[in-house]
């Protein structure tokens, strides 16, 4: 069974400032992992993932990804933030037999 | 580009009434998906359909029927509306690629409210 934390419902920050938002994923193989975001009132659309290689992927927007097999992480960073990165970010994880997200980190980017 | 519509983007009804909800893609993908969205509970998967007419369960379809027949589109009834089922409904589509790597695409969503 695989399984997805965020462990963190609620995030504020500064605009300008650096974000990292937490996933912690259970699963017994190394699985697929991705970031998708929702703005207001739209679907989710995919920000990032990981298959295998380098821990650190790259995705839109400024944001990156950092794969931990030791910690069984997946957290998104970014550097700077802006206003219209407020949004609910969705991790998600996929071991081959289906996707399964975690519930959602609300983040609010302060002008 | 495509484009994933879901009709209506807002849905009343009544306690015990059947509800149909409509989603069309013109990715032309494979594989489509209904997932219901709660607050603070991220997505569950209701049904999935790899191809026209094929149907595939996932962790919540109990109360729920679907129906593919064409590739461009999947509808999700709900047989008999509570009021503790409340939430979005958000279909989306994938290219059928090697199984866990797809990348889903996402509606808007279907609100619906149960009076």
């Known amino acids: 069974a695989q399984s997805v934390t965020q462990p963190d419902a609620r995030v504020t920050v500064s605009e300008g400032a650096s974000l990292q938002l937490r996933c912690k994923y259970s699963?017994?193989?190394?699985?697929?992992l991705f970031w998708y975001v929702q703005y207001p009132r739209q679907g989710l659309q995919l920000l990032l993932k990981?298959?295998?290689?380098?821990?650190v992927v790259q995705g839109v927007n400024g944001f990156e990804a950092e794969f931990s097999k030791s910690n069984s992480s997946f957290h998104l960073r970014k550097a700077s933030v802006h206003w219209s990165d407020s949004a609910v970010y969705f991790c998600?994880?996929?071991?081959?037999?289906?996707?399964?997200f975690g519930g959602g980190t609300r983040l609010t980017v302060r002008p | 580009g495509g484009i994933i519509t879901q009709t209506p983007k807002f849905l009343i009804g009544q306690e015990g009434q059947k509800l149909t909800l409509k989603c069309q893609q013109n990715?032309?993908?494979?594989?489509m998906y209904w997932y219901r969205q709660d607050s603070g509970k991220g997505l569950r998967l209701i049904y999935y359909?790899?191809?026209?007419?094929?149907?595939q369960k996932g962790d919540l379809s109990e109360g729920y029927d679907a129906s593919r027949e064409k590739k461009s589109s999947f509808s999700l009834t709900v047989t008999s509306a509570q009021k503790n089922e409340m939430a979005v409904f958000l279909c989306?589509?994938?290219?059928?690629?090697?199984?866990?790597?797809?990348?889903?695409?996402f509606g808007s969503g279907t609100r619906l409210t149960v009076l």
């Open positions: 998600a994880v996929n071991a081959g037999a289906k996707l399964t």
């Open positions: 990981y298959y295998s290689g380098d821990p």
């Open positions: 699963s017994s193989v190394t699985p697929y």
């Open positions: 359909s790899i191809t026209e007419n094929d149907l």
């Open positions: 989306a589509s994938s290219i059928w690629g090697a199984r866990g790597t797809e990348t889903l695409y």
């Open positions: 990715f032309n993908h494979d594989t």
